[in-house]
């Protein structure tokens, strides 16, 4: 069956540095979708990327789908303790199931 | 607006006991989502709801577990005979329907502790 794997699984910065999480799928996608869940709480939403190649940033966050459609990855420019957190992709084939990815869980450190 | 949400917060078990959690989706989604998240892994898939229908019981571990939802709106997920292995969060999403081009919103989590 489908599967989304993410890497690093753990990553700990200092405060100011940069932060990439890397998801690939087993599958072509649809669309991939991401979302942050901060120690204690539960996952948000942050964007979601349907067309190949695609590219949108948030402030300091920009997320990037592959031209397969097959990868996609999340980047924080100057990270900040409010960042801290794991960050999680979630993929569709175009049905209502979305596979989520392993996570990467981001540390930042003051 | 009122979010997703869920009760209890927290359930503590004994092994064998069934155990009942509650979602509340978002009022006029009539997509519903539940997940599983282990200590510090990702979310499993357990089921979806469109309505009331729950075309794919597939992501469900074992036949201990079951859902419903009721009037398109509040579901419930039971686990019979309860594991220890069952122990974990359980996670209620919502969406604005079943196309794969919704967000989902997500509850606050039940935590599930089997002993």
Redesign the interface.
């Known amino acids: 069956g489908q599967q989304v794997m993410q890497i690093p699984q753990y990553q700990h910065v200092q405060e100011g540095e940069d932060f990439t999480t890397y998801c690939n799928s087993s599958t072509t996608l649809?669309?991939i979708?991401w979302?942050k869940q901060r120690p204690g709480?539960?996952?948000?939403?942050l964007i979601?990327l349907?067309k190949s190649g695609e590219v949108k940033k948030q402030k300091r966050l920009t997320f990037q789908f592959g031209e397969a459609k097959k990868n996609s990855s999340l980047h924080i420019t100057a990270t900040q303790t409010t960042d801290v957190g794991t960050y999680?992709c979630?993929g569709?084939s175009?049905?209502?199931?979305?596979?989520?990815?392993?996570?990467t869980?981001l540390k930042v450190l003051a | 607006g009122a979010g997703v949400s869920q009760s209890p917060s927290n359930k503590v078990t004994e092994k064998g006991k069934d155990v009942e959690l509650r979602c509340d989706p978002i009022s006029g989604h009539t997509a519903l989502y539940w997940y599983r998240q282990s200590l510090g892994q990702g979310l499993e898939f357990l089921i979806y709801f469109q309505g009331n229908s729950a075309p794919d019981k597939s992501g469900l571990p074992s036949d201990r577990f079951s859902a419903e939802r009721t009037g398109g709106s509040v579901s419930t997920l039971t686990i019979q005979r309860t594991q220890q292995e069952d122990s974990a969060v359980y996670l209620c999403a919502s969406s604005f329907s079943m196309s794969s081009y919704n967000e989902q919103f997500f509850g606050p989590g039940t935590r599930l502790t089997v002993l």
């Not at chain 1, 709480?41 to 939403?45: A, I, L, S």
């Open positions: 649809s669309n979708q979302y709480g539960h996952p948000v939403f979601q349907v999680f979630a569709s175009g049905t209502y199931k979305y596979i989520f990815g392993t996570g869980r």
